[in-house]
Every structure is written in structure tokens, then in C-alpha cells.
């Protein structure tokens, strides 16, 4: 049995996507963003009270990273991972987790514009010291890319895309052609169009100007 935890349009979409790219039979359980995430039903998923959360024939699994290394060992005719013999095993791994070098920022990004109720308590400095360094970001993306991040597509283009999914609210990837064309073609995906939010967003805008 495979059940997420989950929160609309946060990290835990990585997952959601990447399950939905397996194929599996899974199930979702959505939690609100809020302090329900600390409470000790969660805690018992995930002692740090984050999501996403997975569990997998009774063992529970944390961080996006983990999550898709051993869903991608599990499920390895998906053909979604690089075994340790595979030649793309190094850029698999190195993209695999520079999507939370993405989502770092963006997390920054989203406590200042969307988590802090006053502007009294915004720093101008900090959001545009944040989106500047996801502009950085996009930039070294846009430098190596070709149609994928390997030479097909792989979960490595899941956890990017769904990283530069959240990013795209406080950055323009238009600037960055290779970029732009690849987040066009990984996002007409049906799995990643069946883990967008319905309803429930955290994000009240497409995109958050930085502070002027």
C-alpha cells in the first residue's frame, strides 16, 4: 500500500507527480498547511512535521529526495531512475537534489510574500536577494538543458519541474529560452497536470512582484 501526505503547492507535488509518472495503484491524504502539521497523528509520519510524508507497505518515508530514490528503486521499469551502474547515475542524482537548492529560495520567498500577514514584517532585501539567486538558478538550468535534464525523461525532470513550478510565482523563466521550452514540455504531462492543486492553494497569485 502506498498512501502520500500531502499539501497543495508544496514540496510534497514533487511526490505526488513522480507517483502519478509510476503508475501505481497509491492513495493522498491532504493535510491543510497549517498547524495540524505538528500535531502528533503527523508527527507520528514525519517527526519534523513537514510534508510530504509516504507510506509504503508500512514504513514511513520523508524528504522528496528519499521519497523518489526509493520509489524509483521500487519501480525501476518505470524507467524514471539510474541504478548506480548507469552512466547518467551522477546528473541524475546532482538534479535530483538541486531541486531543493530551487526550493530553498522559494520557501524564503514564499514565508516573506505569502506567510507574513504585515509588510512591517517583510525585509525588501531579502526578496530581492532570493529572486535574484533563482534567477541564478534558472540561468544554470538553462545552460545544460537539452529536450530533458538526461537523455530522456526522467524523475530528475519531476523534482526540477515541480521546483521551478513553485519558483515560476517569484521569477520569470521567460529570459531563459532552453528553460522555458523544457518547463513547457514537462508540464503538459498528465501526471504533472493530475498533482496540480484544485481548490486549495497556498499561493494567491501567479506571480509576486519583488518588493519595489
Request: one cysteine or more.
Amino acid at each position: 500500500m502506498i498512501r502520500l501526505h500531502h499539501c497543495p503547492q508544496t514540496r510534497s507535488m514533487r511526490s505526488l507527480w513522480l507517483l502519478h509518472e509510476l503508475g501505481e495503484p497509491f492513495e493522498v491524504q491532504i493535510w491543510p498547511f497549517d498547524k495540524s502539521l505538528r500535531s502528533p497523528d503527523f508527527r507520528a509520519l514525519n517527526p519534523a512535521g513537514r510534508v510530504p510524508a509516504l507510506e509504503l507497505n508500512g514504513t514511513y518515508i520523508w524528504e522528496t529526495g528519499a521519497i523518489t530514490e526509493v520509489l524509483c528503486e521500487r519501480f525501476p521499469s518505470a524507467g524514471l531512475g539510474r541504478d548506480v551502474q548507469h552512466p547518467e547515475r551522477a546528473k541524475w542524482l546532482i538534479w535530483l537534489h538541486f531541486a531543493e537548492t530551487i526550493s530553498q529560495h522559494s520557501a524564503a520567498l514564499t514565508q516573506q510574500h505569502v506567510v507574513l500577514r504585515e509588510d512591517s514584517q517583510r525585509s525588501p532585501i531579502v526578496m530581492q536577494l532570493e529572486a535574484k539567486r533563482l534567477e541564478k538558478c534558472f540561468a544554470a538550468l538553462d545552460g545544460e538543458l537539452g529536450e530533458y535534464l538526461l537523455s530522456d525523461f526522467s524523475a530528475a525532470d519531476i523534482s526540477v519541474g515541480q521546483a521551478v513550478y513553485m519558483a515560476g510565482h517569484f521569477a520569470r523563466i521567460e529570459p531563459f529560452p532552453k528553460l522555458a521550452a523544457w518547463y513547457a514540455r514537462v508540464t503538459e504531462r498528465p501526471g504533472f497536470q493530475a498533482a496540480l492543486p484544485g481548490a486549495e492553494k497556498l499561493y494567491t497569485q501567479d506571480f509576486y512582484e519583488p518588493w519595489p
